[in-house]
């Protein structure tokens, strides 16, 4: 279980997340002089809702993912399915809520974007991880 | 106005993700769960085997329960041959049963069929016999009876050969021939 879940992590997210370290690697780089803050800064990093498009790719993956498993109770199947593609829903719906707030509201911060995308990916990595290592549990 | 909307919409799915996000963590937790049980459950199928084979020279417990288990199965197995060729015997019994009955059935409709066609082959030679008789004894009256030879002779020529073979058949004569 534990190494479909490392793999899983490695490739799905570690990786997935990569274009954010380049955003932030390049801020840092064009900044002038070097402002070494700028790697952990959100509005930076996540400022333009990258996690909810990964967050979409991420519930993709899980509803995929449950579709495959024959391993698993369908009960179990049909939920991790189902509240996958909810979040798949709810990420789009965060998506185009915050870029409408960002283009009319002056005070709706790119961190704001980074934190109210960060909580659907956050739920979606769980969910995702779950799933995985749930489903491995059963087939065992 | 719009965007306190989306402000509230936000929210609310906020609140969504968050539901999905207990409802990720109560499935990981069972999963946790899960996997503890079977490491807890194979390690326990290690350690007995491990313990057997320290005290005695066998291979290993486990082994030697599926060695002694190997008898007990072919028992169950020539048990479950003898059953099915029980049943085989069963079956070939009630089959030539059923062949036996159907061959007695045939033989007593024929024997039927064969008595009913006798019956009803005399029943008509008896009805053919009295209705030539009733015939010759008709046409022996008319011609007795009518000294008119024509009309005599035109009966007579009425009759067919076939008559007259079905007479002579019976033991009657042409009365031309009489």
Known sequence: ????????????????????????????????????????????????????????????????????????????????????????????????IVKTLQATNEDFSGAAVAIASAIPYIVLILLNGAAIARSESRVR | MVQSILMVALILLMIVSVACGVYAVVLLKQ????????????????????????????????????????????????????????????AHRALEDTHREVRHQTAAAIAEL???????????EEEASKRVSEEFSQYGEVRTRSPNISEAEELESSLTQKDVDRWASRGHRHPQTA
């Open chain 2, 114 to 124: 064969q008595r009913v066609a006798a019956e009803t082959q005399i029943n008509a």
């Open chain 1, 1 to 96: 279980m534990a190494r479909r879940v490392l793999k899983w992590l490695l490739f799905s997210v570690v990786i997935g997340a990569i274009p954010a370290a380049i955003n932030g690697f390049l801020a840092l780089v064009l900044s002038d002089p070097l402002d070494f803050s700028l790697l952990w800064n959100l509005s930076v990093l996540f400022g333009k809702g990258e996690l909810l498009m990964l967050a979409v790719g991420l519930s993709a993956n899980a509803v995929g993912d449950a579709v495959a498993k024959t391993g698993v109770s369908s009960t179990l199947r049909m939920s991790i399915i189902g509240v996958s593609f909810v979040m798949g829903l709810v990420a789009m719906a965060v998506f185009g």
């Open chain 2, 31 to 90: 999963a946790l769960d899960a996997e503890k049980k079977n490491q807890s459950s194979s390690s326990e199928l290690v350690e007995e085997p491990t313990r057997a084979a320290q005290h005695s020279d066998a291979p290993s417990a486990r082994n030697r329960v599926k060695v002694e288990k190997v008898p007990q199965m072919y028992e169950a197995s020539l048990l479950e041959v003898a059953e099915t060729q029980s049943n085989i015997a069963d």
